[in-house]
């Protein structure tokens, strides 16, 4: 049976939808699934800060010069705790601009698609970490996805955003399923994701501590937005937290 396969697209640049591929994605992980995190953010590459070691092939090389190896050669395993059962598997983009504009051609695009699908023969869930859609390989991304999940800022830029690229996604013949926050509320969204104190790719998954605000946001954000129910475990803030963000709030 195939794994289901989620375009997580930026409602506006810097909305955080790496970020919130990596912690949704880990959040499936402690629940035991397996999930693969494709990279379609050519232009930021981010995806490569959250893996070790060498990236050689990566997405773009499986899609123009390497087009014939198999999508394992370019997977990289997201470091997670001994405790976590699933797998987090990415196939993030390292490439010189050259590469980086043929990977961005129709061609290139159809081929993006198919590793889609090859992805989702053998991951429980693949996440694509989706830009703003204004190319090739976003149209692509969003085309062979099952679910289509804008990402948004709290932020009165990215509120606006999301009726636009809901425009331009009906214009590429596809709709939206669902909207997330990132880095606070909105009332668009279905779901939100807090703001992390700590924002470097060293730090992610943040969502790994059940302690953590994240944690259980990112498990309420994972089922309303995929569809799934997990069975985890949060733990409790003790009484001097609680009252730490009753003074806050007040």
């Known amino acids: 049976m195939s794994g289901t396969a989620t375009a997580l697209v930026g409602a506006t640049g810097g909305a955080g939808t790496t970020r919130t591929a990596v912690e949704l994605a880990a959040t499936l992980a402690r629940d035991g699934r397996n999930v693969a995190i494709l990279d379609a953010a050519f232009a930021t590459q981010g995806l490569a800060g959250y893996v ?12 123009t010069d390497r087009a014939d190896a198999p999508l394992d050669e370019a997977l990289r395993v997201l470091a997670l705790s001994a ?14 601009f050259e590469r980086l504009a043929r990977a961005k051609t129709v061609a290139a695009a159809r081929r993006f698609e198919e590793r889609l699908a090859e992805a989702a023969e053998t991951f429980d869930h693949v996440l694509v970490d989706v830009p703003p859609v204004a190319a090739n390989q976003a ?22 955003a999301i009726d ?5 996604l009906l214009d590429v013949g596809t709709t939206v399923d669902g909207v997330l926050a ?12 807090p703001a992390c104190e700590a924002t470097a790719a060293a730090d992610a998954p943040a969502c790994l501590d059940p302690g953590a605000p994240i944690a259980r946001a990112a498990a309420d954000a994972a089922e309303e937005l ?10 409790e803030p003790g009484l001097l937290e609680t009252v730490e963000g009753f003074v806050t709030r007040r």
């Open 226 to 235: 995929l569809g799934e129910s997990l069975d985890l475990a949060f733990e």
């Open 164 to 168: 636009r690229m809901r425009d331009r």
């Open 52 to 63: 070790e070691g060498r990236i050689d092939p990566d997405l773009t090389a499986l899609l």
């Open 83 to 96: 405790a976590v059962e699933g797998r987090v598997a990415c196939c993030p983009v390292r490439a010189p």
């Open 182 to 193: 990132t880095r606070g509320d909105l009332d668009a969204a279905d779901a939100s994701l």
């Open 139 to 160: 149209i692509a991304a969003v085309a062979g996805a099952d679910r289509v999940v804008l990402v948004a800022p709290a932020t009165t830029r990215g509120a606006d």
